[in-house]
Structure formats: C-alpha cells, structure tokens
C-alpha cells in the first residue's frame, strides 16, 4: 500500500514539474516575440532553448520546430512592417536567393545524414544533438556580443553592393539557418547594412522577411518527418506572434538600444548555462 502511495505521489510531482514547466515555456514563447518585434532577430536563440529543455524536445527535431516558430512569426512582424514603409522587398529577395536555397538543401540533404554517433573522443561520445547544442550555444554568445555592443553600423545607398560577399553572407547564413534552426537575425542585420547598404530601421523590418522566407522554405524539408507535434508547433506560434505584435509596438516606444543590451546579457548568460551543462553532460 505504501509503495503505492510514494509511486503515486512521484508521478503527481512529475506531473506538476512538467505543468511548470511548460507553463514557463508558453510565457518564453511570447518572448520569442517581442525579441523579433524590438531588434529584428534574437527569436530563434530563444526557441531552441525553450523547446529543448521546458518542452523536452529533442536538439534536432527542436531545430526543425524552431524554423516553423520563428519564419510563421517573422512573416506576421514583417508584414507589419511592410505597412510602415521599413520592409525593402527587392534587396530582401536579392538577399534570399542565395540563403534560401542553402537552407533548403541543408536540411532536405544534409541534416539527413549526420550520424547520431559522430565520434568518440578519450571515452567521450559525441552525438548529434550534443553537438547541436553546444554549436547553438556558441551562436548564442556570438550573438550576444553583437546584441550588446555599442558600435553604430555605417549606413548609405550610395555604394556598390559586392555580390560575392553576399553570396558568401548568405550562404553562410543559409547554413546557421540550416543546421541550428536559428533565422540569424544577429548575423542579417549587419550584412544588409554592410553589403546592401540600408538604413538600420530598414534593415530590421528586411531581416524579418528574409528570417521568414529562410526558416519556412527550409521547414519544408521536413515535412515529411512524422511525429511531429502540431498542437505544441501551433500553440508556441500563435503566442509568438502576440509577443511580435507587442514587440512591434515597443520598438516605437521604448529605446531600442537599451532593450537590445539587456537581451544581449539575457542570451549571453543562457549561452553560457547550456555550454556549462553540455559539456557537464559528458
């Protein structure tokens, strides 16, 4: 009788932590949101964390979740701002031509035929979703560097635009997208004012329509995965694009900069958290 008890009672603890933290997970969902809303990008450095560790996702099949997530919400932000004039269609197109079939080919040839077991280095298995992880979490702290420095970009329309570094850039960012499910949003920002040349403000509501274009294209090449969760995928989407919404209208009232620094400092401290635990997992 008393083992009945204590097993019954462990399995109503479990259940709660996993009621926690799945609620935890919906709140991060709305984050992922409002970083797109307010700085163009940070969504999926956000996403991957959330689906893996407080919906207890899988590293690869999250990558795979984190594209649908973050392209259905980009494509929501930046329609938005297509209306406020601050989308540039062409140089967003010009840009993707190359990203979007990197992407594509990524995860419909590549992804495919990574091994599980990649290596074993002095008795330490390495596997692909310890891998993804680690990666992802160097990207995180790439990222924060880039969200936390005070550097202002050279902006201007008055130069040629060197296609090789955009091919280059956007295979590049093609691959991240790929491999990670990141959109790369830390990574597009500078490359359309450096290689496109547009004003910052455009540069944000562009990078959303190509984070979109790249992470929706690219979720295609995994459609036919079955066991897939819609439910959670639909769920975790309608939220974020509730935290687009209010991130959009932040972005007109609240300084930028500063909101951009303290995301900066969020990412680099959970970058740091998921390295320390990978590498403790070994």
């Avoid at 990203?99 to 035929?113: C, M, N, Q």
Wanted: glycine fraction near 10%; aromatic fraction near 8%; proline fraction near 2%.
């Amino acid at each position: 009788m008393t083992n009945i008890t204590d097993s019954t009672d462990e399995a109503n603890d479990i259940c709660l932590k996993m009621n926690i933290m799945h609620l935890l997970g919906y709140i991060a969902s709305l984050l992922i949101g409002v970083s797109l809303g307010l700085i163009g990008g940070g969504g999926s450095i956000l996403t991957m964390p959330v689906m893996v560790y407080l919906f207890g996702v899988s590293p690869v099949t999250a990558t795979s979740y984190s594209l649908f997530v973050v392209g259905s919400t980009s494509l929501i932000g930046a329609a938005r701002q297509y209306k406020e004039g601050t989308v540039n269609i062409r140089m967003a197109l010009l840009f993707a031509a190359t990203s979007v079939i990197t992407v594509f080919i990524t995860r419909k040839w590549l992804v495919p035929v990574i091994p599980e077991h990649i290596a074993t280095v002095h008795g330490f298995v390495i596997t692909e979703s310890w891998l993804t992880m680690v990666l992802f979490a160097v990207l995180m702290l790439a990222s924060s560097v880039f969200m936390m420095r005070n550097k202002t970009l050279p902006e201007g329309n008055d130069m040629k635009i060197s296609f090789v570094k955009l091919v280059i850039y956007g295979t590049g960012i093609g691959l991240v997208t790929g491999l990670l499910g990141a959109g790369g949003g830390f990574l597009l920002i500078p490359a359309l004012v450096l290689l496109l040349h547009l004003q910052m403000k455009e540069a944000v509501g562009t990078s959303l329509l190509v984070i979109a274009l790249n992470s929706l294209i690219g979720f295609t090449g995994n459609l036919q995965d079955k066991g897939m969760d819609w439910r959670l995928l639909v769920t975790v989407t309608l939220l974020a694009m509730v935290g687009i919404i209010a991130g959009s209208y932040l972005n007109r009232k609240v300084p930028a900069g500063k909101l951009k620094r303290g995301f900066g400092w969020f990412v680099l401290v959970m970058g740091i958290y998921i390295l320390v635990r990978e590498v403790m997992a070994l």
